[in-house]
């Protein structure tokens, strides 16, 4: 029996196998083309897929013809779904040490009102990790192979902070998205520590992250919630995936004007009444269904809430 095993990674994060076997043990001849689905490693969840499956009649008495065969046939049938972005991998009797995960690049600006320079950013991804170093300004950039989305963490000295990536980009860490992350864990019934914790097994924690419409409504409520309580008006409301320079006007000033206001504390964390103020807003504006995540327009997405 030959067997041809060929994953595809596409785009939408889900991974097909289209898997060809030639029967040539006596009596039987014949081609079948299968595709089925293919969990990603380290997944809690089976993907979702549309199966298809087609019957292609060849003679198999020639096993030096059936190998090429089978590769030609997988090579073609997957040609058009690589060009539209996926990732292909091709192997005799599986694919089993092939990488899956697609290639991503992430950027942001990690600072407190201040640059957090020379500080550690690692990425926890839904399947793969990485790490880098920020430079003097804070600003970081990572190119690697993971599936989104991915929480951000940032450490400096007596400082940690964390955000999410639902795309590749620019995605910042800064006490405000620290106080976001706080917001959608409530939401979500839990607490931030617990969220991040449980993240890489848990499937509903994974699909909100990834879910644009979520996470940017859980911006929108960071920015309610600190106006409305500290008496401010944001300059840069989309915080989260808006470039900046620290020392300049935009997210930065608005930092500074937080740290002034009590938000932010010495240490450049969220002052605990802020984070008590979040965990009670994510509360009261809990997550009961959250759509298929996407990249572009999102799904539907929760109410933004305002303050308690």
Excluded at 27 to 54: D, E, H, M, N, W
Excluded at 79 to 108: H, M
Excluded at 184 to 205: D, K, R, V, W, Y
Aim: proline share 6%; charged share 5%.
């Amino acid at each position: 029996m030959e067997l041809l095993q060929c994953l595809i990674y596409t785009p939408k994060e889900s991974v097909l196998a289209w898997v060809i076997s030639a029967a040539n043990s006596p009596g039987t001849s014949g081609l079948k083309l299968q595709v089925a689905p293919v969990p990603l490693r380290g997944a809690g969840r089976p993907i979702p897929f549309y199966q298809r499956q087609a019957t292609l009649t060849m003679s198999t008495d020639n096993a030096c013809f059936v190998r090429p065969a089978l590769a030609a046939l997988c090579v073609t049938s997957l040609v058009a779904l690589a060009a539209c972005g996926g990732n292909v991998c091709v192997g005799l009797d599986g694919c089993g040490g092939a990488s899956v995960a697609p290639n991503i690049t992430l950027s942001g600006t990690a600072a407190t009102g201040t640059a957090l320079a020379s500080a550690a950013v690692s990425f926890s991804c839904a399947q793969g990790s990485g790490s880098t170093l920020s430079d003097g300004g804070g600003h970081y950039s990572i190119t690697f192979n993971a599936t989104l989305p991915c929480i951000v963490t940032v450490t400096s000295g007596g400082t940690t902070l964390h955000s999410v990536a639902f795309a590749g980009g620019t995605f910042n860490t800064t006490p405000e998205t620290e106080l976001m992350l706080v917001y959608l864990a409530s939401q979500l019934g839990t607490s931030e520590t617990s969220l991040i914790a449980g993240f890489p097994s848990n499937s509903q924690f994974q699909q909100v992250l990834a879910n644009q419409a979520d996470v940017l409504a859980a911006q929108s409520a960071t920015v309610t919630n600190l106006q409305q309580r500290y008496a401010l008006t944001l300059t840069a409301p989309a915080f989260l995936t808006t470039p900046f320079v620290v020392g300049q006007a935009g997210v930065d000033s608005d930092l500074g004007a937080l740290a002034a206001a009590g938000a932010i504390d010495a240490n450049g964390m969220p002052d605990p009444a802020a984070v008590s103020l979040f965990s009670s807003a994510g509360l009261a504006h809990p997550l009961t269904a959250t759509s298929t995540p996407s990249s572009s327009t999102g799904g539907a997405g929760s109410s933004t809430g305002g303050m308690m």
